[in-house]
């Protein structure tokens, strides 16, 4: 898998927009970018993937860049229950068992109030 | 609602006494896969099974089997606890199209004196 660098924290006032970026250089033309998200010790929860369009779901909108070397995540209206450790990951859709997601150390979001 | 249910989600026990963590999904998914989560060292996973029968190690599969009889269920079992076992286990789930779309469990956390 490529790797990815993400910032260890960001802070963000409650019912403003969440951006939380993503580099990943390195990444392959197969590979998709995946965001997950863990609540305190909770299972992590799948958001959002795409491999070079933007991509919007109920969740979140994910911003991929067109040379595909970074992305953004957007919480369009941030609450509470949005904090958590968020984790950008590439690895082929295809993939899963060897080929799986690999998780890094993520954003620690914390929403204001 | 569609699930992955994993029991128990605490368990005290001391070391060499053998346990199995349980793992079944409600959804049909074709794979499944168990992951440890450790301060530090983030997620990773001990094990994986792409269908009936079928499972491969992981990045940290020593001191863990598995066994996947059914399409459902994927125990964990560990035959001779440690207490460098001691750590958040989650059990994981996808379709084969989506192998990196998972589902998690809410987490076992055992503890092995």
């Known amino acids: 898998d490529a790797k990815t660098t993400q910032p260890p924290s960001m802070d963000c006032a409650e019912g403003r927009a969440a951006n939380l970026p993503c580099n990943h250089s390195t990444i392959s033309g197969n590979e998709y970018v995946y965001w997950y998200r863990q609540i305190h010790s909770q299972g992590p929860q799948y958001i959002i993937h795409?491999?070079?369009n933007n991509e919007t779901n109920e969740m979140a909108s994910l911003i991929i860049t067109e040379d595909r070397k970074s992305s953004t995540l957007i919480l369009p209206h941030a609450t509470l229950r949005d904090t958590a450790v968020y984790y950008c990951i590439v690895s082929p859709h295809s993939g899963g068992g060897a080929d799986g997601l690999t998780f890094g150390k993520g954003t620690h979001l914390i929403i204001q109030p | 609602e569609a699930q992955v249910t994993q029991n128990p989600r605490y368990l005290i026990t001391v070391t060499g006494k053998k346990l199995t963590v349980t793992c079944s999904q409600n959804m049909n998914h074709e794979y499944m896969s168990w992951y440890r989560q450790d301060p530090g060292l983030g997620l990773r996973q001990i094990y994986y099974s792409m269908n009936v029968e079928v499972t491969d190690k992981g990045d940290v599969p020593e001191g863990y089997k598995v066994s996947r009889k059914e399409k459902r269920n994927f125990p964990l079992i560990l035959e001779s606890p440690s207490p460098n076992q001691t750590s958040l286990y989650f059990c994981?789930?996808?379709?084969?199209?989506?192998?990196?779309?998972?589902?998690f469990g809410a987490g076992s956390r055992l503890t092995v004196l």
């Open positions: 795409g491999l070079k």
């Open positions: 994981a789930s996808s379709s084969v199209t989506g192998a990196n779309v998972l589902t």
